[in-house]
């Protein structure tokens, strides 16, 4: 795994509003494309904080991320934002689906916004692919968690994405929906080559994943 | 960046608008009874306007002679000696020339009913100065008879033969004339004769109306009886009637102008109120598509989009609106003129404009909401 997707080094996250806290301490990091890793630690040790500047969703005070040849910290907020759109996939602990669209169109969308070519055909190709087909023109709302979590891979997925970030993504789901959401996102990954970042309290991804990382107090111990 | 877009998107905009249909509900009736209430002042200012200045666009006279400073017969006084009309017959190229005398009275209806009333009298032997326009009845008046406007009619359930008194001269109702309600009065014609017993003075006119023996030559006949009277003001018939549209739109319009504006400030805040509580409640969607990687611009569609769907429907509901009411209006209230003329239409350009620069302040919010909100259980 020496073909490095992800890059980043001496990562800080200050916050100042009349006192300074520190919520991610001089982090460095790298993952590998088709490298799963999985970021363990208790609540406020910064994962979910290291995930966000990761995946170009907040900016580091300190340190630099680059992801293949680009530099995120040096992009204008729209070009990050296009970054995002094109090459890190995200995959949330509330689903994050949009109840107002279908199933199809959650998928799609991030495709059309990309402007590509048969966003529709390429959202249904992606749902075959997470078995989610059947449930294409439902609404969100009447899905199961498991349901959810796999169209929420799929929509990860949809613009085929370098790097996909996952916050606790069977936080919300139980333990066998859980192992067939992780199976289906590490799977394709490690079968695509995508480079994955898990954040997770869940002990039990820790078999699928390559690496562990553990955080304490925004910083991760030489140890690791 | 986002620079291709497929023809057939998903309409996120709609969908997260129509979420709240109650909301929805609410703001496109805000903005229908806005726009009804704009379309309504307007109306009634175009309806007032052409029943205002219909008379002299139609009643075929091509030179209006009047004293100095009168240039409208509306809002100016002008006496003159009726036997000018003698003297301005002379001159090369005038077929007929005319007194016509102007009264504001009061018309009494029955025993109990008074109404002000704009009498125009015309010579009865040429009929220069005689409506353009008789629905019912006839223009060839007897003496101790009277053409009333429609409105006035209808106001007052009149019918050709009914009576009507003005100061205490009973008057037979020989005619009906249509487009001659200027809202706050109707016009009402009589002969001259009858007009000068009003007045209680011989010979005199408000103003000489001139024919030409060709309608082309005014400009060289108007300049010919000035030359020959030059203490009167002599107008052209084109210049006449748009003294009457400036006077009329000098009138009411400032007032209605200014109702719309309040109309136009209280759509505004609709629109925006509704799109701010809208990004609100659906902050965590928008949020979400924010991380996913919408840009700026796309966002900036929805919520824009959101408020010309939401402004387009209130103007279609309000139209709608309008075009129901209006025949009970008509009904109920003769004397209400109401026109709709295509220039109302600009009223949706400027609604859909309205709309979308209500979109700053949801806009504004908009920017406020960070991606990374989107990791909040």
């Not at chain 1, 994955?196 to 820790?206: E, F, K, L, M, N």
Request: contains cysteine; aromatic residues 6%; glycine residues 8%.
């Amino acid at each position: 795994m020496s073909d490095v997707l992800l890059r980043a080094e001496s990562l800080s996250k200050e916050y100042d509003s009349g006192v300074v806290v520190r919520a991610v301490s001089d982090v460095s990091l790298t993952v590998s494309r088709g490298e799963i890793v999985l970021i363990i630690g208790p609540n406020g040790s910064g994962k979910t904080t290291l995930l966000s500047m990761l995946g170009g969703l907040m900016r580091p005070t300190r340190g630099m991320i680059h992801l293949g040849d680009r530099a995120l910290h040096e992009l204008s907020d729209a070009a990050l934002t296009d970054f995002r759109l094109r090459h890190v996939g995200f995959v949330f602990q509330g689903f994050r689906l949009l109840d107002v669209l279908s199933v199809r169109e959650n998928v799609q969308l991030p495709i059309e916004m990309a402007g590509g070519a048969n966003a529709r055909r390429t959202a249904e190709e992606m749902l075959a692919h997470v078995d989610a087909l059947h449930l294409a023109e439902r609404s969100p709302r009447v899905l199961s968690g498991g349901e959810k979590q796999r169209v929420a891979i799929a929509r990860a997925l949809a613009n085929q994405p370098d790097l996909i970030l996952a916050d606790e993504p069977t936080g919300s789901l139980d333990s066998a929906a859980g192992e067939a959401a992780i199976q289906l996102l590490t799977g394709t990954a490690r079968a695509e080559g995508r480079g994955v970042v898990i954040v997770s309290h869940d002990t039990r991804i820790a078999p699928h994943a390559d690496r562990i990382i553990r955080m304490v107090d925004g910083g991760i111990p030489v140890r690791n | 960046m986002q620079s291709r877009y497929s023809t057939h998107m998903i309409p996120v905009a709609r969908r997260l608008l129509l979420r709240n249909r109650g909301g929805w509900m609410v703001t496109v009736s805000g903005i229908a009874a806005t726009v009804a209430l704009v379309l309504f002042l307007f109306a009634v200012h175009d309806g007032a306007k052409d029943g205002s200045t219909r008379y002299v666009r139609t009643a075929a006279v091509d030179i209006w002679i009047s004293q100095k400073n009168a240039d409208n017969i509306l809002k100016s006084s002008s006496f003159l000696r009726a036997s000018l009309a003698e003297d301005i017959a002379e001159i090369d190229g005038v077929a007929v020339a005319s007194p016509l005398a102007r009264l504001i009275t009061k018309a009494s209806i029955g025993r109990t009913r008074t109404s002000t009333i704009f009498v125009l009298a015309f010579d009865p032997e040429t009929k220069v100065g005689a409506p353009g326009t008789v629905g019912e009845g006839s223009s060839d008046l007897k003496p101790g008879e009277i053409i009333l406007d429609r409105a006035f009619v209808e106001k007052y359930g009149l019918a050709v033969g009914d009576a009507v008194e003005i100061q205490g001269k009973r008057f037979r109702l020989a005619g009906v004339s249509e487009g001659t309600n200027a809202l706050v009065a109707q016009f009402g014609f009589a002969r001259f004769d009858d007009a000068e017993e009003l007045l209680g003075l011989k010979g005199i006119a408000s103003f000489i109306v001139v024919r030409l023996d060709n309608p082309k030559d005014r400009a060289a006949v108007a300049q010919r009886i000035r030359a020959a009277f030059p203490d009167l003001a002599v107008h052209q018939a084109a210049d006449f009637v748009r003294f009457h549209e400036d006077e009329a739109d000098a009138g009411v319009l400032p007032v209605f102008a200014t109702a719309a504006a309040f109309g136009a400030v209280v759509c505004a805040f609709i629109v925006a109120l509704m799109l701010y509580n809208s990004v609100l409640e659906r902050r965590e969607d928008y949020a979400t598509l924010k991380a996913l990687g919408a840009s700026q611009r796309y966002l900036l569609r929805i919520v824009v989009g959101q408020a010309l769907l939401v402004t387009a429907a209130g103007c279609v509901a309000g139209a709608l609106f309008v075009a129901a009411l209006t025949p009970l209006l008509r009904e109920a209230v003769p004397a209400l003129a109401l026109r709709y003329s295509p220039s109302l239409l600009l009223i949706v350009p400027c609604v859909l404009l309205i709309g979308a620069l209500a979109a700053a302040a949801p806009v504004r919010m908009l920017r406020r909401i960070y991606p990374a909100e989107v990791f909040r259980a």
